[in-house]
């Protein structure tokens, strides 16, 4: 399978971007999928999740209210809108599949395939 992230950008503190993440190969309902982040210096992040039917989501404590995993399973893409970003959101987005489509997970060793990611940048 491959995953291709986009939607990154530069973005004043207070604003909002919508990153998608484009799967191909498998049938997409048939994962989990969820995104992390990275800021320079610091290790990879959870941000959100969501099961393979979409009907569970589960987010960091850092980003809930703020962002909003969703995914379009016709258009095997996921997406996550950030809004109210500040910039300690300020990170490379990744996007990664789960082969367990029931799991909402936090833990990166659980999924099994990467996107390249997508920069973030916020302003303030």
């Known amino acids: 399978v491959q995953l291709q992230a986009s939607g990154g950008g530069l973005v004043q503190a207070g604003g909002s971007l919508r990153l998608s993440c484009a799967a191909s190969g498998r049938t997409f309902s048939n994962y989990a999928m969820g995104w992390f982040r990275q800021a320079p210096g610091k290790g990879r992040e959870f941000v959100a999740a969501?099961?393979?039917?979409?009907?569970?989501?589960y987010y960091a404590d850092s980003v809930q209210g703020r962002f909003t995993i969703s995914r379009d399973n016709a258009k095997k893409t996921v997406y996550l809108q950030m809004n109210s970003l500040k910039p300690e959101d300020a990170a490379v987005y990744y996007c990664?599949?789960?082969?367990?489509?029931?799991?909402?997970?936090?833990?990166?060793?659980?999924?099994?395939?990467w996107g390249q990611g997508t920069l973030v940048t916020v302003s303030s």
């Open positions: 969501t099961s393979g039917s979409g009907g569970s989501t």
């Open positions: 990664a599949s789960d082969w367990e489509a029931r799991r909402c997970t936090q833990y990166a060793s659980r999924y099994d395939y």
